[in-house]
């Protein structure tokens, strides 16, 4: 497994299965296959809905706790919950995450970086993360932390690579953690004619290009899928690398647009819009 070490120590695989918008059944049955074939690092949120079944695929795949790095996000509904960080590894059944990130910059996220730093000294995540705060929501954060970030999660992919936020983050060594990686399975993207030359050039697929591409340009990818193939071929990105001219031409792509514009409207709606939590 490729990794990185993050600014506090904590080694970080750099491969990872994302959970968005995947249900429970199909949760639980991809991140133990996951398991199985050697991945290391799960992301999930308590937005997802499926916190409980990421944490029964993690007992039943026999992988020690301490081999996976398990990550996670608290969503703006609870951001006043006294309670939630406890709540979330009680559904994951962990005593401790690897990663907890603030899932949006949305309603009081300055609380909520402050329960997640005092999470982080009582040993309950190794790590802290922050999501979709590129720019000045960064500034802002900065202005109050006590201790700054090791990770933000954010949207990036050719379409986007995040220039501003790498320059950004540099001299903090925050590492980034990529969603959308395959434009949530945008065919434009993955049919770019310059990602199908380089796939065939390496005799792999084009979804395979644009997770290497992630590893290559030194960010953490964490491709969501729910299709045992797809888990299984996005692993075997750690076979191959690619070039300098493969990075030349992917960098082609680069329109400065991303799928998801963040707006205060839909950061008002994300303030307001509860979570629905498995039942036990
Ligand atoms: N922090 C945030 O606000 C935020 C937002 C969005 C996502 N995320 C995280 O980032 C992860 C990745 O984003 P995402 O899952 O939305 O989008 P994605 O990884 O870009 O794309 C997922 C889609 O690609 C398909 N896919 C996966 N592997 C494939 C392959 N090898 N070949 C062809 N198609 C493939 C999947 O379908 P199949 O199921 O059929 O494989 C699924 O439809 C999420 O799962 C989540 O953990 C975070």
Not at 163 to 175: A, G, R, S, T, Y
Not at 269 to 277: E, G, H, K, L, Q
């Amino acid at each position: 497994m490729e990794q990185v070490i993050l600014n506090n120590g904590v080694i970080m695989p750099t491969l990872g299965i994302g959970t968005f918008l995947i249900s429970p059944p199909d949760a639980f049955n991809g991140v133990k296959e996951a398991l199985k074939m050697g991945y290391r690092h799960i992301d999930t949120a308590n937005m997802y809905g499926n916190e409980r079944a990421v944490g029964r695929a993690i007992k039943e795949s026999g992988v020690p706790r301490n081999e996976i790095f398990l990550a996670t996000k608290i969503w703006p509904t609870e951001y006043h919950n006294p309670n939630i960080v406890e709540e979330t590894l009680e559904r994951l059944g962990v005593d401790y995450v690897d990663l907890l990130y603030v899932h949006q910059p949305a309603g009081d996220w300055k609380a909520c970086y402050k329960m997640i730093e005092k999470a982080y000294k009582e040993g309950k995540t190794k790590a802290i993360g922050i999501s979709n705060m590129e720019g000045h929501w960064l500034d802002e954060l900065y202005s109050f932390c006590e201790i700054k970030p090791q990770v933000i999660q954010v949207e990036c992919h050719p379409y986007f690579p995040q220039e501003e936020l790498v320059e950004q983050i540099k001299k903090d060594n925050i590492k980034i953690v990529s969603w959308f990686p395959l434009g949530h399975g945008d065919p434009t993207l993955l049919n770019q004619k310059v990602i199908g030359e380089i796939a065939k050039k390496h005799k792999v697929t084009n979804a395979q290009v644009l997770l290497r591409w992630q590893l290559d340009m030194g960010f953490t990818v964490i491709p969501g899928s729910k299709n045992v193939d797809h888990i299984k071929d996005n692993f075997d990105i750690l076979k191959f690398k690619l070039d300098d001219e493969d990075m030349k031409k992917i960098a082609t792509l680069n329109k400065n647009k991303k799928y998801n514009q963040q707006t205060p409207e839909k950061l008002e709606i994300y303030a307001n819009r509860f979570p629905v939590y498995e039942k036990e």
